[in-house]
T-cell receptor
Framework: EAQVTQNPRYLITVTGKKLTVTCSQNMNHEYMSWYRQDPGLGLRQIYYSMNVEVTDKGDVPEGYKVSRKEKRNFPLILESPSPNQTSLYFC????????????FGPGTRLTVT | GQNIDQPTEMTATEGAIVQINCTYQTSGFNGLFWYQQHAGEAPTFLSYNVLDGLEEKGRFSSFLSRSKGYSYLLLKELQMKDSASYLCAVHTGGGNKLTFGTGTQLKVEL
């Protein structure tokens, strides 16, 4: 089944404890992206990647890192999480952004205390 | 910067037609997407417009006017399962960024 998977689905952690949220797609898509979704603010793009070893900042990249060493994986790294990073995170992939829909993962609900 | 506006909430009756508007002011424009998101779930793709005009897909249609920075999503023969948030998103040029509006929460009532 073609899909985007994220792990973990739910995470509660403490301020400053490094964490990684994994994202994997099995559709051989070039484009992958991370979003956070907060009430009243909608979906905001954190980082995106056009291909292996090619990443770029979205609208809210501060406090996050990403890597794209393999085409299928695009992990999101929070080196020192803070409470303002409490949010619902979505990973998405697409064959390419222009003319192509994005397929979203199921989401990761992160709480930082 | 990018600015995308949608109404926050709308209510409509089962079987009726509803139009959800989206206006945008962005630096560059490559296309406009509409996504549907049910509560607690991931967004799913509805439509994509790059040229002016109406794109029809079953009960859903989407319209774009690039000169006016305006789009709408038209939902016909509303069903209870159409109760969801509808997200307008603009693909801006020069960086392959996708900027979303805050979404319109549609409630379909009997």
């Amino acid at each position: 089944e073609a899909q985007v998977t994220q792990n973990p689905r739910y995470l509660i952690t403490v301020t400053g404890k490094k964490l990684t949220v994994t994202c994997s797609q099995n559709m051989n898509h070039e484009y992958m992206s991370w979003y956070r979704q907060d009430p009243g603010l909608g979906l905001r793009q954190i980082y995106y990647s056009m291909n292996v070893e090619v990443t770029d900042k979205g609208d809210v990249p501060e406090g996050y890192k990403v890597s794209r060493k393999e085409k299928r994986n695009f992990p999101l790294i929070l080196e020192s999480p803070s409470p303002n990073q409490t949010s619902l995170y979505f990973c998405a992939s697409s064959p390419g952004l222009i003319f192509h829909e994005q397929y979203f993962g199921p989401g990761t609900r992160l709480t930082v205390t | 910067g990018q600015n995308i506006d949608q109404p926050t909430e709308m209510t409509a009756t089962e079987g009726a037609i509803v139009q959800i508007n989206c206006t945008y002011q962005t630096s560059g424009f490559n296309g406009l997407f509409w996504y549907q998101q049910h509560a607690g779930e991931a967004p799913t793709f509805l439509s994509y417009n790059v040229l002016d005009g109406l794109e029809e897909k079953g009960r859903f249609s989407s319209f774009l006017s690039r000169s006016k920075g305006y789009s709408y999503l038209l939902l016909k023969e509303l069903q209870m399962k159409d109760s969801a948030s509808y997200l307008c998103a603009v693909h801006t040029g020069g960086g392959n960024k996708l900027t979303f509006g805050t979404g319109t929460q549609l409630k379909v009532e009997l």
